[in-house]
């Protein structure tokens, strides 16, 4: 059977993080390995990573590069090479799974294929109660789901119901690369070492993560729809900075208009660095 990994990218906010890895110790199907691919992040962030690594069964790893700006590519970059997984799961420190989150993915793995999944967004105020009080919402039964849609505190309640796994998943969203992201994505590696991986010319927030989908379908790796199998829990902050988006809009919009597959700057030309 194949090995899974998880990759977790984290920048600057150990709370959440923490409350993200808490949720990777009640899962189902517990990972191969864990891979925190961290994006500068200052020593507290280290801390709880390593207080992390005593409670986990399984093997933890802390992938770092020094903070110059956003860089989450690259260092998605770094943690695939790190990975000794036949197929990765990533998602972001910022969104707790689900107790089935890996599961689902692993049982609807399948070669030609990458899952996309889907995210529940919590209120501020809940999220604030849940960081605070260390409440274990990734363990919490449909009942208290529907209390909290009730009192507006999450999004919608939908992704928790559960469709049976079968050819549904696979052909809804084949040729589409609209609307995956990575908080919520799952690859073969060595599909994402054939496209060279995340485009790391990509810096600042935004199409990163669209950039690599696209290039995944022009390599004949369709994408599978797992939006009512595999959710996260996605804590609410305030947005990141939108200052290299239309820059980054631009580099995806050159690549609609070409037939690359390859990242310009990707996994091939950090290892020959």
């Given at each position: 059977m194949a090995e899974l990994a998880v990759i977790i990218t984290t920048y600057n906010w150990p709370k959440a993080l923490d409350a993200v890895l808490t949720g990777y110790l009640a899962q189902q199907r517990p990972p191969d390995e864990l891979i925190i691919a961290d994006d500068g992040s200052t020593d507290e962030t280290k801390a709880i990573i390593d207080v992390f690594r005593e409670q986990a069964s399984?093997?933890?790893?802390?992938?770092?590069?020094?903070d110059q700006?956003?860089?989450?590519?690259?260092?998605?970059n770094r943690a695939i090479q790190s990975?000794?997984?036949?197929?990765?799961?990533?998602?972001?420190?910022?969104?707790?799974?689900?107790?089935?989150?890996l599961q689902q993915h692993y049982s609807l793995a399948e070669q030609g294929w990458f899952l996309s999944g889907n995210r529940i967004l919590l209120s501020q105020n809940f999220s604030k109660e849940i960081l605070q009080q260390k409440t274990p919402v990734s363990t919490w039964s449909l009942k208290q789901w529907f209390r909290a849609r009730q009192r507006k505190q999450i999004n919608r309640v939908s992704p928790l119901f559960r469709v049976p796994l079968g050819r549904w998943y696979r052909r809804r969203l084949a040729?589409?690369?609209?609307?995956?992201?990575?908080?919520?994505?799952?690859?073969?590696?060595?599909?994402?070492l054939a496209i060279n991986g995340f485009d790391e010319d990509y810096t600042g927030w935004g199409m990163e993560d669209s950039d690599l989908v696209l290039r995944l379908i022009r390599n004949g790796i369709y994408h599978k729809d797992a939006r009512f199998a595999a959710s996260v829990f996605h804590l609410w902050h305030s947005e990141n900075s939108r200052d290299q988006l239309e820059e980054n809009q631009r580099r995806l919009q050159q690549l609609i208009e070409t037939d690359?597959?390859?990242?310009?700057?990707?996994?091939?030309?950090?290892?020959?660095?």
């Open positions: 399984f093997p933890v790893k802390h992938v770092w590069h020094a700006g956003f860089r989450a590519g690259a260092i998605r990975s000794q997984a036949d197929y990765i799961v990533f998602t972001d420190g910022d969104c707790i799974p689900t107790p089935s989150f040729r589409q690369w609209e609307g995956a992201k990575t908080c919520n994505l799952s690859v073969w590696k060595e599909d994402l690359r597959i390859q990242a310009r700057v990707g996994i091939e030309q950090a290892s020959s660095a």
